[in-house]
């Protein structure tokens, strides 16, 4: 099972770190609203299409009424928050703020679900990771108001994400993966399309901004979407989280092959704990107890 675990997790840092990329270059033409909406709808559609083929819409109209509302929480706060503070902080940053879930799921599983509540070693891997963190936050520290309202905004996603996450490992349990991500995604469209449609531009965008939403549909929402639940169906919402840990450490790869920038030891440092914590927190990483000595009889 951790065989399996591993890639997944990876495939899922590597996409949804590059959503902050794209959301960054796509958000100075586009305003956050009318951004977020293209991106649930069209991966709302592209999903419900999926669906029909394989005969499942049946099951999408059965779907509880919290499937939808999960949309809420776990698509149409979180996504509208992150794209608004990377208005005034960078995806970097941003993606870094969003790295604090794990530590909200732990808090939050106390009171929704005592079964996600971390313990022992799984609560050493989060506080490890949580320490990488904040290594990477300190060697990138935001500055004046507006950058302060921007991680606060991303941080406030990251609760969004921690509840929706816990509350959405319970709907798997009654719901496919493939038709909770699709019901969450029209449940979010629902929500968004006031303010997407008051956001919305004068004219259209340019085409560097339009291939950015393209990919935050295609890469970051619908095949990101699937893994994520894939995930939570596997191995519950702590160990799903820790995901979060992965996006600071692909949005640093990216900066450094696509910006050209330079990393820094403290960067480097942030991601060597980030990295040990998700191998502790998910039991990939073990620390070899050595035997008792035997005593012997008198």
Same mark, same amino acid.
């Given at each position: 099972?951790?065989?399996?675990?591993? $890639?997944?997790?990876?495939?899922?840092?590597?996409?949804?770190?590059?959503?902050? $990329?794209?959301?960054?270059?796509?958000?100075?033409?586009?305003?956050?609203?009318?951004?977020?909406?293209?991106?649930?709808?069209?991966?709302?559609?592209?999903?419900?299409?999926?669906?029909?083929?394989?005969?499942?819409?049946?099951?999408?109209?059965?779907?509880?009424?919290?499937?939808?509302?999960?949309?809420?929480?776990?698509?149409?706060? /979180?996504?509208?928050?992150?794209?608004?503070?990377?208005?005034?902080?960078?995806?970097?940053?941003?993606?870094?703020?969003?790295?604090?879930?794990?530590?909200?799921?732990?808090?939050?599983?106390?009171?929704?679900?005592?079964?996600?509540?971390?313990?022992?070693?799984?609560?050493?891997?989060?506080?490890?990771?949580?320490?990488?963190?904040?290594?990477?936050?300190?060697?990138? /520290?935001?500055?004046?108001?507006?950058?302060?309202?921007?991680?606060?905004?991303?941080?406030?996603?990251?609760?969004?994400?921690?509840?929706?996450?816990?509350?959405?490992?319970?709907?798997?349990?009654?719901?496919?993966?493939?038709?909770?991500?699709?019901?969450?995604?029209?449940?979010?469209?629902?929500?968004?399309?006031?303010?997407?449609?008051?956001?919305?531009?004068?004219?259209?965008?340019?085409?560097?901004?339009?291939?950015?939403?393209?990919?935050?549909?295609?890469?970051?929402?619908?095949?990101?979407?699937?893994?994520?639940?894939?995930?939570?169906?596997?191995?519950?919402?702590?160990?799903?989280?820790?995901?979060?840990?992965?996006?600071?450490?692909?949005?640093?790869?990216?900066?450094?092959?696509?910006?050209? *920038?330079?990393?820094?030891?403290?960067?480097?440092?942030?991601?060597?704990?980030?990295?040990?914590?998700?191998?502790?927190?998910?039991?990939?990483?073990?620390?070899?107890?050595?035997?008792?000595?035997?005593? *012997?009889?008198?």
């Amino acid at each position: 099972m951790t065989r399996r675990y591993v $890639p997944l997790l990876a495939v899922l840092g590597l996409l949804w770190g590059a959503s902050y $990329p794209f959301i960054k270059v796509a958000g100075r033409e586009i305003e956050p609203g009318t951004m977020m909406l293209a991106r649930v709808l069209v991966a709302a559609i592209i999903l419900t299409s999926l669906l029909a083929l394989r005969g499942q819409l049946g099951e999408l109209r059965r779907a509880p009424l919290g499937a939808y509302l999960l949309g809420v929480l776990n698509a149409a706060i /979180p996504f509208t928050l992150i794209a608004w503070g990377e208005r005034h902080i960078s995806s970097g940053l941003a993606a870094i703020g969003t790295a604090s879930v794990p530590i909200f799921v732990a808090l939050f599983a106390i009171w929704l679900r005592p079964s996600e509540r971390s313990r022992g070693t799984r609560l050493a891997g989060v506080l490890v990771g949580l320490a990488g963190v904040g290594v990477l936050t300190g060697a990138a /520290p935001a500055s004046g108001t507006l950058a302060l309202l921007g991680t606060l905004a991303v941080l406030a996603a990251a609760v969004a994400y921690a509840v929706g996450g816990l509350w959405g490992q319970h709907l798997t349990e009654a719901v496919s993966g493939p038709v909770l991500t699709t019901a969450t995604l029209i449940g979010a469209t629902v929500a968004m399309l006031p303010l997407g449609i008051a956001q919305a531009p004068s004219q259209l965008p340019s085409a560097k901004a339009i291939a950015c939403v393209a990919g935050l549909v295609l890469l970051g929402t619908v095949t990101a979407q699937l893994l994520w639940f894939r995930l939570l169906v596997l191995f519950g919402a702590s160990r799903a989280s820790l995901v979060a840990y992965l996006i600071p450490c692909a949005a640093v790869v990216y900066g450094v092959v696509f910006l050209r *920038e330079h990393v820094t030891l403290f960067e480097l440092a942030g991601l060597i704990l980030i990295l040990g914590g998700i191998g502790v927190g998910s039991g990939t990483l073990r620390l070899r107890r050595r035997p008792a000595a035997a005593v *012997e009889s008198p």
